[in-house]
């Protein structure tokens, strides 16, 4: 018997088991990839841009949503890159079993007796190998579509129920922790779908026909089903019932922990992109006075991923007088005037109350330059031309100081993270 076999289908035409969606599938990742390798970082931008504008009880319910979308959007950007691959390996065995329709002449390749035993039941005949390829890339396809869109639509469920609990809440006069409240949303909406599912599957069997728990499980596959959050879609299931649902559950999970993981460590960075390298012996000065910070200078400053701090127009002021601005920083500043501005908060709306509290704001934020307190500081509110953000700015007069360094300290709003950790004020240092 010949180690080549004789073709089992005309080489110039695809396999009759081709998937017929091919072509589809090509054309969609083809157009798709592109937008989607750059939906992850319009993302991060759009969180950058949104964050310092939140409230801490908001911010901490954009952090996980923002984490699911990134996820999603990586899983789409993946899927649609290896998709393009696998089908552009199946193309070039389509068009290599064309051009060598007789196969892979074993007998000409110089190897051993084992390997090519082995290779040969590992490659099987041509018409095998396309369908593999074939197949692999369709699966690839519809796996990476099927989890994205699951995180997409979970995403979009638990907003719309927090939207709605809070807004009860709310009418009732209640004041609650929304972080805690989302992640309550969040986890009621797994622990229902996932615990239905085992429920039905260890105990559906001695549920009584027409009973409550019955009618109950009825309804949460139903309407889960309904908006695409069941724990089975129909690829799912396609998946499971023709493999190892074990070894595909796992592959899922495993999945899911890297990417979360990667988009969440992803996000630390682009907070601190110091931590991420061998930086762990560079000098860092206690006080910051010694420390050069990009996002202390205007002209130098990344106003959409750089922190929220106060800020001058260059390192090297030329004319008469330093404009120093001082951005509102809600997760920080908030607090701190709940606290310490009782008496402006108690004064009705209107240009008094406004008046008092840009007062108090001054005492909070308060200034001093070359260690000596600027008591005669005017502040004006302003803001950030841009971020569009509101500020506080002052114009600091420096036509009678010395040629040579300087440092201007900025206080931190009292009991924010940075005071807690001893670095209670922004130190800005600049040259005449």
């Not at 083809?30 to 931008?45: K, R, S, T, Y």
């Not at 390749?109 to 369908?131: C, F, K, N, T």
């Not at 600027?374 to 971020?387: A, E, Q």
Request: proline letters at 5%; charged letters at 20%.
């Amino acid at each position: 018997m010949s180690d080549s076999a004789a073709p089992s289908h005309d080489p110039d035409q695809l396999p009759k088991h081709t998937t017929p969606t091919w072509e589809v599938e090509l054309l969609i990742s083809g157009v798709a990839v592109f937008a989607m390798l750059q939906l992850p970082g319009w993302l991060d931008n759009q969180l950058f841009a949104l964050l310092p504008r939140l409230s801490t009880d908001l911010a901490g319910v954009a952090l996980p949503l923002y984490i699911y979308l990134k996820t999603a959007a990586v899983i789409l950007a993946v899927t649609f890159a290896l998709h393009l691959l696998l089908r552009a390996h199946w193309i070039a065995l389509v068009g290599m079993h064309s051009v060598y329709p007789d196969g892979v002449l074993w007998e000409k390749l110089r190897m051993g007796p084992v390997q090519r035993e082995i290779d040969q039941h590992r490659h099987g005949s041509a018409a095998d190998s396309i369908e593999r390829a074939d197949n692999r890339a369709t699966v690839v396809f519809a796996i990476g579509v099927m989890l994205a869109t699951k995180l997409l639509i979970i995403s979009l469920v638990v907003a719309v129920t927090f939207a709605l609990v809070m807004a009860g809440l709310t009418l009732a006069g209640l004041r609650v922790d929304m972080f805690l409240v989302f992640s309550l949303c969040l986890a009621t909406l797994i622990l229902l779908l996932f615990g239905a599912h085992e429920i039905d599957r260890w105990f559906g069997a001695r549920l009584r026909e027409g009973g409550a728990a019955r009618r109950g499980l009825a309804v949460i596959f139903r309407y889960s089903g309904l908006f695409g959050i069941s724990y089975r879609s129909e690829v799912m299931s396609l998946l499971a019932s023709h493999s190892n649902e074990r070894r595909i559950n796992r592959l899922i999970l495993v999945v899911f922990a890297v990417l979360f993981t990667v988009v969440t460590f992803g996000l630390n960075s682009m907070k601190k992109p110091l931590q991420a390298g061998s930086y762990g012996l560079f000098p860092r000065s206690v006080d910051d006075s010694r420390t050069l910070r990009s996002n202390y200078y205007d002209d130098q400053r990344d106003p959409l991923h750089g922190p929220t701090t106060p800020f001058v127009q260059s390192a090297v002021i030329d004319g008469p007088y330093l404009r120093l601005t001082v951005p509102y920083q809600p997760q920080q500043d908030a607090p701190a005037i709940v606290h310490h501005c009782t008496a402006a908060l108690a004064l009705p709306e209107g240009d008094a109350r406004g008046d008092a509290l840009l007062e108090c704001l001054v005492r909070l934020r308060a200034v001093s330059l070359d260690g000596k307190p600027l008591t005669t500081l005017h502040y004006d509110v302003g803001s950030d031309p841009r971020t569009r953000r509101p500020a506080l700015q002052a114009m600091i007069d420096v036509r009678s100081l010395a040629s040579g360094r300087h440092v201007l300290r900025v206080e931190r709003a009292p009991g924010n993270d940075g005071a807690t950790k001893g670095n209670n004020a922004d130190m800005i240092v600049f040259w005449r």
